[in-house]
């Protein structure tokens, strides 16, 4: 019975010994360079693997700044302090003053604003809509309301509202695109977080046209061109646009157009830009 | 059923034929504005010739391309010319259209004369008065005739096959029209076969038409080169490449088109439109239309103009029954839901049908995997597959599974029991190939 024990023990122990250094030789031999500094760039990446860079997932956007093939503050869902330690570890340094990016849904036109000229039963996409007699709304460059963006934010950011239309949580937002890319309407763009004037209208129709098929279409009347003292909005194929570059938030535009196409977001916004308003006020009296 | 030469796959939808089949064609007063889009054809759109105020005669020429896949266009009235505007396509998307005034004269272009005896015409004329007269397929794809009959040299036509199965539910224009002008028929086809300088064209023709079959075989009697081929009832025979292997027996291959098989199809509405321009000169200003369906009071074939407006075509049949709820351009299984009446009747309009209720259920359950879309499936797919590589976004494998060869009959969302969205599905994601390999190009 012992000699039974001893035997198993010592031949298992052989076996077990003999397999290990084999295990050990292979590591050696067949190990696989890899950069360390791959790792560390991955460990401050997201992590979300959403392939808004271009590249499969965190890893591979990984490889490629080790590679040299993007710049380190090439993923754009990460904030400018994880580019800067991006380039920590490559040994570079990042100008890490740009502004933080958040999207904004350029359509004002929900169940309670816009006509829809007919029902739609089919698929709940938006782009299988846009297929069939380019969507069951009068107009034909607003939101479908199907939710496809929703669908493709891989940061639960997005979510449609009571009336019909997107809302996009700034604080979850990473300004990835990839519901930009998924709007068949070109509806969404990425502004400055800290922009809240916003043209919430993409319609090239004429006036008409346009007050037909909804109740806060832009018209292009030009209102808040010339109500802007920045030459920030401008009116070009009877759509107003705003230059976030030169947009101080002031509110002039929003307070001129006739339709309510352009808006402040949200309210707590309204307090920061009256602030803002003050703050240019006094600084305009101290100037003079 | 089960008589005749068929397919693989197919389904049985109820033909609802009985409602017009047995009416003849009337001809529609012109309405008092007709609206004649620059596209109405598969290929470039054409560039308006006139413009506002212009004066135009019946028939002549307003615009025309230089695509090589393209068809001019003519006034279907004659009178004012109100706007050149962009109109809703029956497709839903909008294209730039001549409003044309009545004026009630029908005076008609000086340019209109007949083509002369078939027999002292060469091929490369009529191809060019085919393509003069803006001759299009009329089955619905509204491709242009001319590019049909000039075939790329390497590629040697045999065979003529004429399209007279109209398998779609409720249309019965072809029908009629070969009920009641089969000499038409005929002398359309024997164009054609002159044009493509071949002598062996079949007609093929669904068992459910008796009657247009005899009037097709008497008609054809004199002329060796021609026969009538009954075929089985079932929907898509009228497509294509189906009909094309219910008569010949041949497949034709995947990203291929009956033309690399030595065959070219027509409808019979085309070879009708055909015989009509050569003998008279005028070209394709009018077809029949069938107008149909439960919500209609007065279901009819009507000859109508190119051109009138759907509330106009439809106050011919005495208007709506009820409450419309669906008004289709086409028929039930191919057709495109409008939501304006004020769309144009264009070349490629089969018919109108209007339903009151929606019978069918719409919303979809999970798929069963019961494989009855596969059985359906007369292009060989297997859509359950295809339709979940495009649900997920995985484009590649939906286009080797076949996504591409879809002819878009829509028989398997007709037969899936869980009232899955499969042909819409499919149809999405070859869109939304074609969108990535144009992005790739440019």
Redesign the interface.
Known sequence: MANTVLVSLVSMGTVGALFGAGLAWASRKFAVESDARVDDIEEILPGANCGACGYPGCRGFAEAVVAGAVPCDGCPVSSSEAAALIGEVMGVTIDSNSERLVAIVHCGGGHKEAKE??DY???T?C??AA????G?KGC?YGCLGLASCVKACPFDAMSMGPNGLPIVDEDKCTACGLCVAACPRDLISLAPVNKVVHVLCRSFGRGREVRGNCTVGCIGCRACERACEFDAIHVTDFLAEINYANCTNCGECVAKCPTNSIIIQGDQVTVAVEQTVSEQISEGARAN | MGKGKTFKGGIHPPGHKELTNSKSIRRMSPPEEVVVLMQQHIGAACQPLVKRRDVVNKGQKIGDSDGAISAPVHASVSGVVKAVESWVHPNGYKVQAVVIENDGEERLDPDIVPAGDLESLDKGTIVDLIREAGIVGLGGAAFPTHVKLSPPPHKKIHTLIINGCECEPYLTCDHRVMVEQPEKVVYGTRALLRALGINKAFIGIEANKPDAITAMEKATAPYADIQVVPLQIKYPQGAEKQLVTAITGQVVPEGCLPMDCGIVVNNVGTAAAVAASLKTGMPLIERVITVSGEGVKEPQNLLVPVGAKLSDVLQVSQGFNGTPRKVIMGGPMTGVTQFDLSVPVVKGTPGIVVFNDLKTATKPEACIRCGRCVDACPAFLVPVNIVQYVDGGQLDAAVEWGLLNCIECGSCSYVCPANRFLVQSILLGKQEVQAARNKQTS
């Open positions: 000229k007919a039963v089919g698929i996409d782009r299988a297929i069939v007699s380019d069951s034909e």
